[in-house]
């Protein structure tokens, strides 16, 4: 009899231990990349991540990235540390520090490419391929504020001028800064450019073998916003 009392005791507390558990798991969820919801208006970003550093997430059609930006108080510790704030060295995606993704005229995003091992941006080498690039020219930023809508105008590969990362430029050099960008395009992309246009760059390191001899050469993608 006593036996089966402490067993009925024993069980009852499992499923007590059990039911506080399954509340846990209720109240704080982290998502996997793959998971990620995309809804029109995230109106606080940590409620994907724990991370107060995350202000939004891009997301580019027909390719994998659909993925948190972070942004530190420099440009270096991003390269080296994930979205939890964790050493990793796949980085993370994240925007220029001097910069507000819901404000500036020109955002600024960066992430790692690689040979030897697949981080986010590695993605953006699709746009080698013209055919590719001419059929896939959207990226969705969605911020705290609003989804924002980009379109591609420009892929250049860019070993030695880096003017593209100037953030002073004044309102009567604007026009002029973007149809430079746009010349620099490997293909041509038609699309209309105005003085009030907002751009989105965005930066990874480049392989390709003709570049092979600059030490520093870069991936460029330029997109004006709709």
Request: hydrophobic fraction near 35%; charged fraction near 25%; glycine fraction near 2%.
């Amino acid at each position: 009899m006593k036996k089966n009392l402490y067993l009925l005791i024993l069980i009852f507390l499992c499923l007590i231990n059990y039911s506080s558990q399954i509340k846990q798991k209720e109240t704080i969820t982290i998502y996997d990349i793959e998971e990620i919801p995309t809804p029109k208006i995230i109106s606080d970003i940590n409620y994907l991540y724990p991370n107060t550093n995350l202000v939004g997430i891009i997301s580019i059609p027909n390719t994998d990235i659909n993925e948190p930006i972070a942004q530190g108080k420099d440009n270096t510790y991003y390269l080296s540390h994930n979205i939890y704030n964790e050493k990793e060295l796949a980085g993370s995606i994240f925007i220029d520090y001097r910069l507000d993704i819901n404000k500036d005229k020109k955002i600024i995003l960066y992430g790692h490419n690689a040979t030897f091992y697949n981080p986010p941006f590695h993605e953006l080498e699709k746009y080698y391929n013209e055919s590719f690039t001419k059929k896939n020219r959207t990226i969705k930023l969605i911020t705290s504020k609003k989804e924002r809508t980009f379109t591609i105008f420009s892929v250049f590969i860019e070993p030695t001028d880096f003017t593209y990362m100037n953030l002073s430029i004044d309102e009567e050099h604007w026009l002029e800064h973007l149809k430079y960008l746009q010349d620099k395009s490997l293909y041509k992309l038609d699309i209309n450019l105005n003085k009030d246009d907002k751009i989105l760059i965005l930066q990874t390191c480049s392989f390709l073998k003709k570049y092979q001899n600059y030490q520093e050469k870069y991936l460029i993608i330029v997109a004006k916003e709709e």
